[in-house]
């Protein structure tokens, strides 16, 4: 069996990515459904298209605790399929209780770990991200990794994903998958 066929074959649950904004959820979980051949989920883009409204927007007219209700009902609903796909959640997620207690009881965590210095080049001239729309970002992404850190650091797999490069994620994410998943 290939690597792909022998992850697949192991994982019944979904895989959940937590992490900062820009350490990469979207990008892995692109990778990761290539790789595995499973169904991805974006979280902030199912309320965007719920909402009729891009993140930012939800923020300035409804209001961040606004955006956390729809974004624990989304999650919590993404996580009842119980079957194999990735779930890339919004990197405030897990302040949730009940949103970080659902992802460690019916996913297999990964924690997509980055320094705040690579996560500001990858945010450099974003305005899509409302909590960075703030002098310093710097600082900003500071607290919240802050607070977040403890919350991020129950995920099953932490992975360091500093890197740009593609396939040197994948080896990573293979590598990382089949040690979780007891395979030799
Ligand atoms: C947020 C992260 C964003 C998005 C919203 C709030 C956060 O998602 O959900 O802007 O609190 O860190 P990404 O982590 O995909 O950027």
Redesign the pocket.
């Given at each position: 069996m290939d690597i792909k066929a022998e992850i697949s074959d192991k994982l019944d649950k979904p895989i959940a990515l937590v992490g900062?904004?820009?350490c990469g959820?979207?990008h892995v979980g692109q990778i990761l459904s290539n790789m595995l051949g499973c169904p991805v989920y974006d979280?902030?883009e199912i309320i965007e298209q719920l909402e009729g409204m891009a993140?930012s927007k939800i923020?300035e007219t409804k209001g961040e605790s606004y955006?956390r209700k729809i974004?624990a009902e989304t999650i919590l609903k993404l996580l009842e399929s119980r079957t194999p796909s990735v779930i890339?959640t919004?990197?405030?997620a897990v302040i949730n209780p009940t949103v970080l207690n659902a992802i460690k009881e019916y996913a297999v965590s990964m924690w997509l770990m980055t320094d705040i210095d690579v996560i500001l080049k990858r945010v450099e001239g974003d305005v899509r991200?409302?909590?960075l729309n703030v002098p310093d970002k710097a600082a900003r992404l500071t607290e919240?990794l802050r607070v977040r850190r403890p919350l991020y650091a129950q995920a099953d797999i932490k992975l360091d994903s500093n890197t740009n490069d593609p396939d040197a994620l994948k080896d990573r994410l293979g590598r990382a998958l089949y040690e979780y998943l007891n395979l030799r």
């Open positions: 900062m904004m820009g959820k979207s979280s902030d993140v923020f955006f974004e890339a919004g990197g405030g991200r409302p909590l919240l």
